[in-house]
């Protein structure tokens, strides 16, 4: 079975600087695909970028982008200028890509608060 | 537009209540799920529906009631819950499509109280 592991529970940064959330992942297979959900107290959860194992290049949306190691397993979201708006938990989570498997698999989270 | 909508928003219900929870899309999508969070957890897979299908049954206690009339709505239909059931219920659906990265997006929640 696929584990995610998100080893800070909480982290900080200032307005305006930049920040490195962990994600490692374990599993056996080839293809899957990796998600970055940020959920603000609000509570929705929204989707803020995802990437593709078979694809080398790292995704990127606006600020946020990730370093993704398929060899080692690893899928760090990097979340550059940091708003105030950014404060939020963070879930990284994996998803199979052979048909038919829709679960995700959500690490436990990183609670980021951002300091003005 | 990647708006799933949930109503209601909160709800406290009694240990021998009826009650549902009820989730929409109009994106077109074909699958939609149910997720449970508890306070400071990530979201538990509850069910999966895949074309109107329930196609995931991840072990739910049968108080628990999905259902699934057409592809825009999905509907949780509760009946003598426990306290710990209290949580908050997230909605959640796809596209589906076959060599699509079948992003799954998110509802805003219903906050259930069982008292």
């Known amino acids: 079975a696929q584990t995610v592991t998100q080893s800070q529970p909480e982290m900080s940064v200032q307005e305006a600087e930049t920040v490195t959330l962990s994600c490692t992942y374990d599993t056996s297979e080839s293809d899957y695909y990796l998600f970055w959900y940020k959920q603000p107290p609000s509570r929705q959860m929204i989707l803020v970028i995802r990437?593709?194992?078979?694809?080398?290049q790292n995704a990127t949306e606006n600020r946020f982008s990730v370093n993704f190691q398929k060899a080692a397993k690893s899928f760090s979201l990097k979340i550059s200028d940091s708003q105030l708006g950014d404060a939020a938990m963070y879930f990284c989570a994996y998803r199979s890509a052979q048909g038919g498997s829709e679960k995700l698999v959500f690490g436990k989270g990183t609670k980021l608060t951002v300091n003005p | 537009d990647t708006e799933v909508t949930q109503t209601p928003k909160h709800l406290v219900m009694g240990m021998t209540n009826k009650k549902s929870l009820k989730c929409e899309q109009h994106m077109g999508h074909r699958a939609m799920y149910w997720y449970k969070q508890k306070a400071k957890k990530p979201p538990e897979l509850m069910f999966v529906?895949?074309?109107?299908?329930?196609?995931i049954n991840e072990s739910v206690p049968s108080r628990f009631s999905p259902e699934c009339p057409n592809s825009s709505l999905l509907n949780l239909h509760l009946h003598a819950l426990q306290p710990e059931d209290s949580a908050l219920y997230l909605c959640?659906?796809?596209?589906?499509?076959?060599?699509?990265?079948?992003?799954?997006?998110f509802g805003p929640g219903t906050r259930l109280t069982v008292l």
């Open positions: 990437q593709e194992a078979y694809k080398q």
């Open positions: 959640a659906s796809s596209q589906r499509k076959v060599l699509f990265t079948d992003t799954q997006y």
């Open positions: 529906y895949s074309y109107e299908k329930l196609s």
